[in-house]
């Protein structure tokens, strides 16, 4: 806002000086933006010119470069599930309070239709519904509708340069104004707006899905969201070993349910604990286990002096900028695990760097060939650099990331971060603990 009031004070200023006529159906900002690129350009470029800031202070930008390299992060944890009070109204007891388990994700996917015989083998299949918005060419084949898998669809696909020019707004109304009865030729048939689809490719794949409940026979649960990534440790003779494993959101919620029916509400640690006993390479113990969101930080070597620090010697420690600088450039924040592996981010990275390609309607009309009805890849379309969720890394990141990645036969690996990473906690203030 202090920025579009200053363009707007200089221009009105300086209207003569860069000679921009104000036509009577606008104002000095719509006159400047219809300007050629060019000239705006020149202006903009005198009056940046003309722009002074006072420093409050001498060394204010020594002082802002010191605090944003050693500054940490904190962002909350995406837990998803939570204890809350149940209370129905203000005047219920405080005795009668009960508290309540909350999951904030989904236990099941809302499309999920249940199961529906295949007429061409006779199995019992899962299906799902998708919105025809959203239908991709590879879902065609998946239609459960005889008709609207093998002629509609199809048909009107033809007519369109993309599923989604088809099957949205003006497409997707022509679609359903062209579909008569065939008994009733002059007769539309109901519009479609979602189909019903098999949920896997493979006929005789064994179901994704479990039972909601023991005595109905229906799928409808999807067992496949992760909770938590459990770091484990089991003493070697060579030394200790770390254990990895994944808690399920399906799993998890029954044990925390399980646990608050008996008063516990520490259910996050019923959890590790129901992980740890049942794993087959019996842990000791459970070190710590990791969330999305949450802050670890990776040690140089088996010698790093913050491995071995109290929590106050810690604190202490990070009071020094330069200590606190070189603890925050290995920093790093959980993206996402699956398997046995934890996916990194590092912490001084906030978005994606995408820089598009300068490419030329030639080269785009033959990525476009080339990718059909498949969205074409950003790595066709932009340069895009180390950081977004689907790029998180296992490894450390850094010159032998790099080097890893260019050449295989590197000697030099870099560190898996899981392996020898600590969990960190930041309050609301910003202080560290271990």
């Known amino acids: 806002n202090n920025l579009n009031k200053f363009l707007q004070d200089e221009l009105t200023k300086r209207k003569d000086e860069f000679k921009i006529v104000v036509q009577d159906d606008e104002n000095i900002i719509e006159a400047f933006f219809n300007l050629e690129a060019g000239r705006r350009e020149e202006i903009q470029k005198q009056i940046e010119s ?12 020594k002082q802002a470069k010191e605090l944003l390299e050693t500054m940490v992060v904190s962002i909350k944890s995406k837990d998803k599930l939570k204890i809350s009070i149940d209370k129905f109204d203000e005047n219920t007891p405080k ?3 009960k508290n309540q388990l909350k999951l904030r994700a989904a236990l099941h996917q809302e499309t999920n239709y249940g199961k529906t015989k295949d007429p061409k083998t006779g199995f019992l299949r899962d299906t799902k519904t998708i919105d025809l918005s959203k239908l991709a060419a590879k879902d065609i084949p998946q239609i459960v509708d005889k008709v609207l898998r093998e002629a509609e669809i199809p048909h009107h696909r033809k007519k369109y340069d993309s599923m989604k020019e088809a099957f949205t707004g003006e497409g997707l109304k022509v679609f359903n104004e062209n579909r008569f009865q065939r008994k009733n030729p002059t007769d539309l048939k109901p519009p479609v ?4 689809v098999w949920y896997s490719a493979k006929e005789d794949e064994d179901s994704s899905l479990q039972r909601l409940y023991g005595n109905n026979n229906k799928l409808s649960v999807v067992t496949g969201d992760n909770y938590l990534f459990l770091v484990m440790g089991k003493e070697e003779k060579s030394g200790a070993e770390r254990i ?8 998890s919620a029954d044990i925390a349910k399980r646990a608050l029916h008996e008063k516990d509400e520490d ?3 019923r959890i590790c604990e129901d992980f740890r006993i049942k794993h087959k390479e019996k842990p000791s113990k459970v070190l710590f286990s990791l969330q999305q969101n949450d802050l670890v930080y990776l040690p140089e070597n088996n010698d790093d002096p913050f491995l071995k620090f109290s929590n106050e010697e810690f604190q ?6 330069e200590n606190k600088m070189k603890f925050s450039k290995r920093v790093y924040r959980v993206a996402k695990f699956t398997g046995k592996d934890c996916y990194f981010i590092p912490l001084n990275y906030a978005n994606s760097i995408s820089v598009p390609k300068d490419l030329t ?10 990718y059909a009805d498949k969205k074409i890849p950003k790595k066709e379309l932009n340069f895009v650099e180390y950081g977004s969720y689907r790029d998180s890394s296992p490894y450390e990141s850094g010159e032998v ?9 590197v000697k030099q690996k870099p560190l898996k971060i899981q392996n020898t990473c600590i969990k960190i906690q930041i309050d609301w203030i910003g202080n560290i603990s271990k």
Do not use: T
């Open 316 to 321: 202490n420690c990070l009071r020094n900028l």
């Open 401 to 409: 990331f790099v080097k890893s990645q260019i050449n295989k036969k």
């Open 95 to 97: 005795k009668e309070l």
């Open 361 to 370: 309607d030639e080269q785009k009309n033959s990525l476009k060939k080339q």
């Open 50 to 61: 003309s722009r002074h800031f006072e420093k409050p202070f001498e060394d204010l930008i």
């Open 267 to 269: 259910f996050k640690q």
């Open 244 to 251: 990895f494993d994944i808690a399920s959101l399906y799993d």
């Open 193 to 196: 707006y979602k189909v019903k």
